[in-house]
């Protein structure tokens, strides 16, 4: 952040370590509200027996941004997606607060051969009340969910939200997959 020197982003956590090597930083094509926190996406490339890599991709969507932003955003995510039959999880905080933000998201996916994760019961991370005022302008919806999984090229055993955690205003969301054979 530029007035305080804190340090924000993404984390993405496995039961096994994720090689250094595989690690690639995709920082958002501009702040939001110019000055606040920078947005960023974490690649992750772990290999897989087959000879494969599994591409993991924890994304932290722009927020207050205009709309006309928001696709340059997604297209610098999506393009480093290799291959369309390589398995690939795509998941994170969109801030796809709005119908049209979401119909990006899933145009976007739906074109990378992804198909979304509906964890288990109902609990999500609900909108932040202070954003309620959003629904007057934008199209917000806080009963549209903002944290998201996509996934290809996997069998997904589990998916629910972790509802302990503290350490901020969106739940984890924890899936359990395993890895579809090469065809």
Same mark, same amino acid.
């Given at each position: 952040?530029?007035?305080?020197?804190?340090?924000?982003?993404?984390?993405?956590?496995?039961?096994?370590?994720?090689? =250094?090597?595989?690690?690639?930083?995709?920082?958002?094509?501009?702040?939001?509200?110019?000055?606040?926190?920078?947005? +960023?996406?974490?690649?992750?490339? +772990?290999? #897989?027996?087959?000879?494969?890599?599994?591409?993991?991709?924890?994304?932290?969507?722009?927020?207050?941004?205009?709309? $006309?932003?928001?696709?340059?955003?997604?297209?610098?995510?999506? =393009?480093?997606?290799?291959?369309?039959?390589?398995?690939?999880? +795509?998941?994170?905080?969109?801030?796809?607060?709005?119908?049209?933000?979401?119909?990006?998201?899933?145009?976007?996916?739906?074109?990378?051969?992804?198909?979304?994760?509906?964890?288990?019961? #109902?609990?999500?991370?609900?909108?932040?009340?202070?954003?309620?005022?959003?629904?007057?302008?934008?199209?917000?919806?806080?009963?549209?969910?903002?944290?998201?999984?996509?996934?290809?090229?996997?069998?997904? #055993? =589990?998916?629910?939200?972790?509802?302990? $955690?503290?350490?901020?205003?969106?739940?984890? #969301?924890?899936?359990?997959?395993?890895?579809?054979?090469?065809?």
């Amino acid at each position: 952040l530029p007035f305080t020197k804190l340090s924000t982003g993404v984390l993405t956590i496995a039961n096994r370590p994720l090689p =250094d090597s595989g690690v690639i930083p995709i920082r958002a094509p501009r702040r939001e509200l110019l000055v606040a926190s920078p947005k +960023v996406s974490l690649k992750s490339e +772990v290999p #897989l027996a087959d000879g494969r890599m599994l591409q993991i991709i924890n994304c932290h969507g722009l927020n207050f941004v205009p709309f $006309s932003v928001l696709p340059g955003q997604l297209d610098q995510i999506f =393009d480093t997606l290799e291959a369309s039959n390589s398995p690939a999880i +795509v998941c994170g905080d969109f801030n796809v607060w709005s119908e049209r933000r979401l119909k990006l998201l899933n145009q976007r996916t739906t074109d990378a051969g992804l198909a979304e994760v509906h964890p288990r019961g #109902l609990q999500h991370s609900p909108s932040p009340k202070w954003l309620r005022w959003m629904i007057r302008i934008n199209g917000f919806d806080p009963k549209i969910r903002l944290d998201r999984i996509y996934t290809r090229g996997l069998e997904v #055993l =589990d998916c629910y939200s972790h509802t302990g $955690s503290e350490s901020s205003d969106h739940l984890p #969301l924890v899936m359990s997959y395993k890895v579809l054979p090469k065809r």
